[in-house]
């Protein structure tokens, strides 16, 4: 089943190309099944680049998925059009009294900004206060997680001394839970941040579900029981040559990064990179969708409010 978005959105023409069944407005709109209403709130630079990430993770499922982006700050951005962020993204208050089957909340370069410092702090405590009532689902990405740790439960920013940048090997916890289902009990995936996720210390001061996690990296995925809230502290949406562009990025404006972990080959920067995440991060999003979000969401998004959402044990 297809992904459906905006016809003129940039994102549309790449993921036609990779031959992904993106549906137009028009056609979506004489189907007689209700997709899934997912809303994307967008926090990185690059909107683009990042929209179409996360698009092409949705696309893998037999749902059909009807997207909106979102955006939180209202400044001008060097990194996206004004155009394009005026014509695809919707602000906050215009979705504020509706409810949707999934929110998926993204990373952002604030690694080293504490939260009271971050601009936009108070507005993104509204909206993943909102969710509670409005979303059936929220997945937090790498900063969000952290952001979410937070509001949920209290916990303060953990910072690494030194930037985690690479791909990173991470063994599964339970074979059996909905998000794992298809896993191999060893996988790869991409981190990119500053934020420490460590099991023992999530697993003393929260009641997730760890389901994931790495030896380097600490964990990469947990979920509340209810799953009504998933925690990924990686980046499975990246395409094969993001950590590469941060790399020479800073590279270039002589921070001295470190060399990403297992990710360039003979650890050479010069040499293309070759993904190894890819099947593993098509399989999280797709599971989510359908375990998470579909299989768990009134038919009658106006219901949300009655319905009761399964615990599995």
């Known amino acids: 089943m297809p992904i459906k978005i ?19 407005e028009k056609r979506a709109s004489s189907q007689m099944i209700r997709p899934l209403k997912v809303l994307l709130l967008n926090l990185m630079p690059k909107k683009i680049e990042t929209e179409t990430q996360f698009l092409r993770m949705l696309s893998n499922s037999p749902l059909q998925v009807d997207i909106e ?52 702090w108070e507005e993104i405590q509204t909206i993943l206060n909102w969710a509670k009532d409005h979303v059936t689902s929220t997945m937090f990405v790498c900063w969000a997680a952290q952001a979410a740790l937070k509001l949920h439960y209290d916990l303060p920013k953990r910072t690494r001394k030194e930037k985690l940048s690479g791909v990173y090997q991470h063994r599964i916890h339970d074979q059996l839970h909905p998000l794992l289902r298809g896993f191999d009990d060893t996988f790869l995936a991409p981190h990119s941040r500053y934020a420490d996720f460590q099991s023992d210390y999530l697993g003393e001061h929260t009641d997730l579900d760890i389901l994931a996690t790495s030896e380097k990296a600490g964990v990469y995925l947990a979920a509340t ?25 800073d590279a270039s404006q002589g921070m001295d990064p470190t060399i990403p972990v297992n990710y360039f080959p003979d650890d050479d920067p010069s040499q293309p990179p070759v993904a190894s995440w890819r099947s593993h991060g098509h399989l999280l999003f797709a599971n989510w969708l359908n375990y998470c979000v579909y299989q768990q969401t009134p038919y009658d998004l106006a219901r949300f409010s009655e319905a009761n959402f399964t615990k599995e044990e």
């Open 6 to 24: 905006p016809d003129l959105l940039p994102a549309t023409d790449i993921l036609r190309s990779e031959n992904i069944f993106v549906m137009s």
């Open 225 to 249: 029981r209810d799953k009504r809230n998933v925690f990924v502290t990686g980046h499975p949406e990246y395409d094969v040559d993001t950590l590469a562009n941060e790399y020479h990025r």
């Open 69 to 120: 982006l979102l955006r939180i700050d209202n400044r001008p951005t060097k990194n996206t059009p004004t155009e394009h962020l005026d014509t695809f993204y919707r602000q906050f208050e215009t979705v504020q009294d509706r409810y949707f089957d999934g929110l998926i909340v993204t990373g952002a370069p604030l690694g080293l900004v504490q939260f009271e410092d971050v601009l936009y």
